[in-house]
Nanobody, 123 residues
Framework: QVQLVESGGGLVQAGGSLRLSCAAS????????MGWFRQAPGKEREFVAV????????VYADSVKGRFTISRDSAKITVYLQMTNLKPEDTAVYSC????????????????WGQGTQVTVSS
């Protein structure tokens, strides 16, 4: 069954903004850190951002620092990725993922994944 569902992707012009959402199934991932990854055609999956359970700690890839913001709601059910000043190089399928371990950036340590949502940035 699907445990994580992303939404909010779409087509946007360079310089524009999008907010992605990742909804968990009720309280399935209590205590988990949540992350966002992306994969462009012909490229390997890369880390984007991660947030711990409390929301107090975040880590970002160098390529998105200052432009993207990860957050989660008070109920810890939904995690967001606010993307601003988007660039064509940001075009990719974005997936959210969950890990029961402490905050980290290694994809292999995440145990649940969403189906992904397409983000396309035109020039």
């Amino acid at each position: 069954q699907v445990q994580l569902v992303e939404s909010g992707g779409g087509l946007v012009q360079a310089g524009g903004s999008l907010r992605l959402s990742c909804a968990a199934s009720a309280r399935t991932f209590v205590g988990y850190a949540m992350g966002w990854f992306r994969q462009a055609p012909g490229k390997e999956r890369e880390f984007v951002a991660v947030i711990n359970w409390s929301g107090a700690t975040t880590v970002y890839a160098d390529s998105v620092k200052g432009r993207f913001t990860i957050s989660r709601d008070s109920a810890k059910i939904t995690v967001y990725l606010q993307m601003t000043n988007l660039k064509p190089e940001d075009t990719a399928v974005y997936s959210c993922a969950a890990t029961p371990r402490s905050i980290q950036t290694v994809a292999s340590n995440f145990v649940a994944w969403g189906q992904g949502t397409q983000v396309t940035v035109s020039s």
